[in-house]
Structures are given as structure tokens and as C-alpha cells.
């Protein structure tokens, strides 16, 4: 059974950092894309970032110079290193796989979802 756990949420002050991990078990993901969608409260589900097996990346513009996407693929293991937060960052964010980047970005597309991680950016 594939299972995506996240860790790393939490609360931090405008301009801080936080680091995401998400652990999948199961299966292995070596040649799948891994990534992060993001739900801010009342909003629906929006692509954040995404990294390929062969760890090429992909970021929302929102995002780019902020947050850095990386994985161990030997540990079946994504992170998201957000950076400069600011409160419009605020949202569940939730670890997402699937065979290729693209079906990340297109959110509906994603094949395994995590249970996500609260992220409250305050002003």
C-alpha cells in the first residue's frame, strides 16, 4: 500500500524558512516525478513545484527564487525548502507523485497524494 507522510509544517513569521519532507513507502518512485500542491484556506488546490527522477525542476512563478525542490530517490524522499515566506504562502501543503512532472502541474493529474501539512505564514 503506498503511503506519503509529510512532516515539517508548521508557523514562522514573514521572511522565514521552513523545510517540507515527504517519505513515500510501498512501492519505489525512482522514475516518477515527485512534487508539492498547495490549498490556501478557501482556495482550490495550486501547483507549487515539482522534480523528475532525473531531478530536473519545476516551480510555480509565485514561488521561483524562494523555494527549492530536492529528493533522495533512494529513500523515496521529497523535500521542499521554503525561503522569504510570506503570509500569502499560508495553506496545506501536500506531497504529490505521479509518472511525470507535467501530471503534477496539472493537480487533478496526480496519481498519489499525501494527508499534507499545515504551513501558516503570520504577517
Known amino acids: 500500500q503506498v503511503q506519503l507522510v509529510e512532516s515539517g509544517g508548521g508557523l514562522v513569521q514573514a521572511g522565514g524558512s521552513l523545510r517540507l519532507s515527504c517519505a513515500a513507502s510501498?512501492?519505489?518512485?525512482?522514475?516518477?516525478?515527485m512534487g508539492w500542491i498547495r490549498q490556501a484556506p478557501g482556495k482550490g488546490r495550486e501547483f507549487v513545484g515539482a522534480?523528475?527522477?532525473?531531478?530536473?525542476?519545476y516551480y510555480t512563478d509565485s514561488v521561483k527564487a524562494r523555494f527549492t525542490i530536492s529528493r533522495d530517490s533512494a529513500e523515496n524522499t521529497v523535500y521542499l525548502h521554503m525561503n522569504s515566506l510570506k503570509p500569502e504562502d499560508t495553506g496545506v501543503y501536500y506531497c504529490?507523485?505521479?509518472?511525470?512532472?507535467?501530471?503534477?502541474?496539472?493537480?487533478?493529474?496526480?496519481?498519489?497524494w499525501g494527508r499534507g501539512t499545515q504551513v501558516t505564514v503570520s504577517s
Open positions: 504529490a507523485v505521479a509518472p511525470s512532472a507535467g501530471q503534477i502541474m496539472g493537480v487533478r493529474t496526480v496519481r498519489y
Open positions: 510501498g512501492r519505489s518512485f525512482r522514475t516518477y516525478a
Open positions: 522534480i523528475t527522477w532525473s531531478a530536473i525542476t
